[in-house]
């Protein structure tokens, strides 16, 4: 008889549905090797199923109808140019038709559409605040980088503060989660349960997780909530200031929660670490971190998960190693989530990935390490070339000296396709001031022989960063077009300055005390052509793929 399970590990709304997020099944296969019942739940998943049903896309393709027919944007509604297109081609099509065109195999809402339903369902669920929701990309603000393509309808502007976050969960006519979660509340909420996890990554599940929060607590009020997850993490020292956010929620963990989260639900709250919780009135600070050894890890468990359901087939999640192997950028704040770099043996790598190729039938891994350096790669390489079923592979990278061609040839040989390089510019001068550890020689070398061994490049690149002239920059376009054969796909972001960063504390930035929990800080806006620049490269290259 399968055991009651303890806790409820929740992903919310609103992300992408590419693949599982990797934080639940590790933590549940944690759990589950100390006999801890749980179960995942990836209401993230769940949230646009809902949105894709036949009877939910006949209401969205009258609202595409009335828009369509007037001459000027809908008059309660403002939608940018490129789904205004999209909304003349479809609306030209007969309704099961429009069904079969914008769904995918999936039985999902394609790509090209969510955001337009995701605008259909906010204003259809709400009255009064439209018109801001409804910006276009370019008019977001920069703080909010983690979210701009939800940001009309996942509400992260209330999240920046804790008084914006109470309004709305107050204000139920205006929070569309509410009525969401209504519906489908049988399905989320576990009776049984004395514990809820809920997993928050970015600004743009903030929302909807302290929602949940709020009705869980409303219709279970014995029931502990325990908030985790990176936002939780980067935010931790302006949290413990803010008695009025455990309202709902009973433990924030900060940091690794595998340790922390067992120590929770067995009663051993007075040697919690990493764990922030309000006690008599005061919120208590949680001691260092308690470091679990990653060759300790189980396999993470996917068993709770409908993997066909996801946008990218056959691909698991896995991460071979914690922090940053150079951790020394400056605009970066990735210290804070993983502040020792750790990494999992050869043996431990075998292990997991050859349970979850037979467990899962999978046929290609996506490492989720902050970088794949090149004893990763060989690691990694060694390891697949050990394993009885081959599969495919791909990771992140930083372009530096010791990726040889050798190096880079082995990983493509043992299933490497793809990796993703950050780049972030190609002038000499911003490298060095950013502490990349690398210089424009040798990013064209790995480059260039990575995409001779047969490995997709995907550049990312960032623009007006601080203190990058134009020409700068234009060395930045130079290499993009000088290397343009061994690029396979790029993408590009506008710098945003992160909490806690190198680069944000030597700026002695004057904190937003009415925007306490801001994540990127903007900084003064620069009229540049940047953006129109890389955008007509990222044609040229093809963009994603």
Sequence with gaps: MKKQPVIKLIFPPLWDIDLPYLSLPQLSSYLLKYNIANNCFDLNLFFWKQLSTRKNLEKFYVWLQEIAINSEIHTDVDINLKNYILVKDYVKLEFDVFFITIMNENHIVNEKIRELLLLFWFNSNTKKYQRFHNVSLDDIPLYFYHDRYYFNSSLSKYAQNSKDIEFLLNDKSENPYYKFYESVFDNITDGECSFYGLSITGINQVI??????????????????????????QLAAKIAKNPSLFKDVDYFVVGEGEKALYKILTGNIEVISNVLMLKDGKIMNSKAPDYVDLDDLPPPSFIDYDLNSYDIKNTLPYQSSRGCSWGKCTYCSYHILDPFYRKKTK????????TLIHKYSTEYICF??????????LSISDVISYLKRKISWRGFSKLEKDLTFDVLSKASENGCDFLIWGMESGSDNILYKIRKGTNIKIMENVLRDAHHAGIHNRVCVMYEIPEESDTDFNHTIDFLKRNINYIGSMSFSQFTLEFNSVMFNKMNIIPDNEN???????????ETSYREKLERLFLQIGGFI
């Design 368 to 377: 989720v390490d902050s970088e794949l350096n090149k004893e990763r790669l």
């Design 516 to 526: 306490e929990l801001l994540i990127g800080y903007p900084l003064e806006k620069r």
């Design 347 to 354: 043996e431990s790598i075998y292990r997991d990935l050859d």
């Design 208 to 233: 909807p997780a302290f929602t949940l929060a709020k009705m869980l607590k409303e219709k279970y009020p014995n029931v502990k909530i325990i908030f985790g997850g990176a936002w939780v993490t």
